[in-house]
Structures are given as C-alpha cells and as structure tokens.
C-alpha cells in the first residue's frame, strides 16, 4: 500500500514545541510580518536574526525529543512494503530522529541554511509570502497514494490543496485532529483524537 502522511505542529506538541498559536510560543512574542514574512529582514535585521537564532537554539536543543507519534510513524515505514512518504509543515527534525526517511518539509528545515540577497544567512524556512519547497515531489507521491492521512494540522499555513489533491485522487483520506476542522468533512474518516491519542485507533487500521 502507498501510504502518504501530511504531518502538522500537533504531532510535536506532546515534544514540548509549543502551537503556533500558544502563549509560549516564540511567535507571540515577536511582529510576524518583522521576522517571519518574506523581505522583513530588510526593516529590521537585527531583530530578524534575534528571533531565527532563538528558533533555530529552542527547536535544535538535544533535550527536544521525538514522541510516541514520531516513532510510531518510522515503525509503519519500516514495515510497511510500498512507498511510505511524511509530508510535513513542521521544521523540526523529529521525523528524523525518529528513524523515518522519506521527509519533505514543505516549510523547510531548521537545520539546513539559506542564503538571503544580503548575503547574510537563515535557518532554509519558507517565510509568509514565499513558495512551499517540494510541492513537484509531493504532489507525485499524492497522486500515487493508495492512503492519505493528515495528522495534527488546522490547515492554517495556505496547504489544503494537498488535501484537495489527495481527495481528487480518489485513495482513502483520514484525518485525525482533536478538534473539528474547515476540512473535516473532506475526508472518508475524521478522528477526533490528538496524535497520540490515535496510534491505538491507526496500527488497528493498518493491522486489518
């Protein structure tokens, strides 16, 4: 079975990295359009660099781990003997670390670099207003996948596309999202469970 996974921020929560939207989060604390927009850098690069360099410290950091999800996720890879590809809109490296393998970060990666036009370097994220990375290879193993499952994503980011392309594909589409989304209705099956609340109720769909 070609299976497709469209990973969001709820699947690193349980991580400790908090929701866009959280009180902790480092996005509350800094003007978005400043730090995180394409050509805000050019208003203001000392603050810019301030905030990709607590970001790029907080989510490297050797205590952020990968979580039940994580691993859950590079055991179905591992076992399962088809094509088995995370699409994910996290930038952190805890697919990775968990073992899994055939990861696009559509948003980009904290670990890797970019260089801007100032020649100055970044964490290689996509910022508001800049294309998504990989969309030619994701769009591929979509339009192949027997099964989608989208975990922990409120769609916020601009990607229901993906979700769109998949249910036009014609496989199985899952999601699993503690709270009801604009998308919901989109899907063969909707769960109403946080990522870790749903491995029970997956690995008995994949074991039957």
């Known amino acids: 079975m070609k299976i497709v996974f469209y990973t969001g921020a709820g699947i690193s929560y ?19 359009d400043k730090v995180a927009s394409k050509d805000g850098w050019k208003d203001d690069w000392d603050l810019f660099e301030k905030f ?5 410290l907080s989510l490297t950091s050797p205590e952020l781990k990968p979580n039940e ?14 094509d088995f590809t ?22 980009g990666n904290i670990k890797e670099k970019r260089v801007l036009e100032n020649g100055k370097t970044m964490p290689n994220c996509v ?17 192949e996948a027997d099964l989608f499952v989208c975990v922990g994503s ?41 990522a870790h609340e749903s491995i029970t109720e997956l690995r008995n769909r994949f074991a039957a």
């Open 14 to 32: 349980k991580s400790g990295i908090p929701l866009f939207e959280d009180k902790r989060s480092i996005f509350t604390r800094y003007p978005i």
């Open 52 to 56: 990709w360099n607590e970001l790029e």
């Open 69 to 82: 999800f994580h691993y859950f996720l590079s055991d179905l890879e591992k076992n399962n003997n088809d």
């Open 86 to 107: 995370i699409i994910t809109t996290n930038i952190d490296d805890l697919h990775e670390k968990a073992g899994s393998s055939n990861i696009f970060h559509i948003h």
């Open 127 to 143: 910022l508001f207003g800049e294309n998504k990375q990989h969309m030619d290879k994701t769009r591929f193993f979509i339009e």
């Open 154 to 194: 409120s769609y916020s980011t601009g990607d229901e596309h993906l979700v769109y392309l998949a249910k036009n594909t014609g496989c199985t589409t899952i999601e699993v999202n503690p709270k009801e989304t604009f998308l919901s209705d989109f899907f063969d099956y909707s769960y109403r469970l946080s």
